[in-house]
Nanobody, 124 residues
Framework: QVQLVESGGGLVQAGGSLRLFCAAS????????MGWFRQAPGKEREFVAA????????YNSDSLKGRFTVSRDNAKNTMYLQMNSLKPEDTAVYYC?????????????????WGQGTQVTVSS
């Protein structure tokens, strides 16, 4: 059974930083790509960043590039999202997702497995 569990969210002041974690289990036997998405109240889920199995290929949302960095440690079955210079508009529930095989894109339909999300709130 595949399980993705996010952690690291919380309340932070504008300009601050947070590091999100996504622990994966059950995805054994084959490589898998992973991604981060977020959803603010009343808005659609949007792509944040994604990373290939090796970590050699990364996709980032153009609007977030330079502030958010995705990485992973396959030995720990964990993906990370380092978020710097946070803004109130970054407030959202952040989800991690995974798909078996190669990294394709940031489209939500490309991902087969999803976590429950972790809340990030940035105060002004």
């Amino acid at each position: 059974q595949v399980q993705l569990v996010e952690s690291g969210g919380g309340l932070v002041q504008a300009g601050g930083s947070l590091r999100l974690f996504c622990a994966a289990s059950g995805l054994t036997g084959s490589p898998y790509a992973m991604g981060w998405f977020r959803q603010a109240p009343g808005k659609e889920r949007e792509f944040v960043a994604a990373i290939s199995w090796s970590g050699g290929t990364k996709y980032n949302s153009d609007s977030l590039k330079g502030r958010f960095t995705v990485s992973r440690d396959n030995a720990k079955n964990t993906m990370y999202l380092q978020m710097n210079s946070l803004k109130p508009e970054d407030t959202a529930v952040y989800y991690c997702a995974a798909r078996r095989g190669a990294l394709r894109s940031g489209a939500t339909y490309e991902y087969d497995y999803w976590g429950q999300g972790t809340q990030v709130t940035v105060s002004s």
